[in-house]
């Protein structure tokens, strides 16, 4: 894994039980066994295990598009929802794919870039393998 991740969370509060608790409740994080591994309002790790049916092409082999878009935009909501201690509903999401995703859990890593009174946004990258796949900035409504 590169370090591209350096960041310090020693001051900041951990709210990776929080993320952890109303992810869990969600059925589709539950069923993909999908981790917050650490959590905090500045930064989020996650990592969804590989399973063959999360391929989308079978002769790469590559994990489909749709599963690390999924791993982005939650990585970055983690961000939020924890400050928060309730879900963020997304309002927008790019996703540069880099390379495939290959037969390895995914991590995602999340990154505040901007935190205002009704929106959220994160910078988030997605590894495979321990290799960097994938780039996103997700924006997250963070009013009510």
Same mark, same amino acid.
């Given at each position: 894994? /590169?370090?591209? !991740?350096?960041?310090? =969370?020693? /001051?900041? +509060?951990?709210?990776?039980?929080? @993320?952890?608790?109303?992810?869990? %409740?969600?059925?589709?994080? %539950?069923?993909?066994?999908? +981790?917050? *591994?650490?959590?905090?309002?500045? !930064?989020?790790?996650? #990592?969804?295990?590989?399973?063959?049916?999360?391929?989308?092409?079978?002769? *790469?082999?590559? $994990?489909?598009?749709? @599963?690390?878009?999924?791993?982005?935009?939650?990585?970055?909501?983690?961000?939020?929802?924890?400050?928060? +201690?309730?879900?963020?509903?997304?309002? =927008?999401? #790019?996703? /540069?794919?880099?390379?495939?995703?290959?037969?390895?859990?995914?991590?995602? !890593?999340?990154?505040?870039?901007?935190?205002?009174?009704?929106?959220?946004?994160?910078? @988030?990258? $997605?590894?495979?393998?321990?290799? %960097?796949?994938?780039?996103? #900035?997700? @924006?997250?409504?963070?009013?009510?």
């Amino acid at each position: 894994m /590169d370090d591209s !991740h350096p960041h310090s =969370d020693a /001051d900041a +509060e951990d709210l990776t039980a929080t @993320v952890a608790d109303l992810y869990e %409740r969600l059925p589709f994080h %539950r069923a993909q066994g999908i +981790e917050v *591994v650490s959590a905090s309002a500045e !930064h989020a790790h996650t #990592r969804w295990p590989f399973d063959e049916s999360l391929l989308g092409n079978p002769e *790469v082999p590559a $994990v489909h598009g749709g @599963v690390v878009s999924a791993l982005a935009d939650l990585t970055g909501a983690a961000v939020f929802v924890g400050p928060l +201690e309730r879900y963020t509903p997304t309002v =927008d999401l #790019r996703v /540069d794919y880099l390379s495939h995703a290959g037969e390895a859990d995914l991590e995602g !890593h999340a990154t505040v870039l901007r935190k205002g009174a009704t929106v959220g946004v994160a910078d @988030v990258t $997605v590894e495979s393998g321990g290799e %960097r796949c994938a780039t996103a #900035r997700g @924006v997250y409504k963070l009013g009510r």
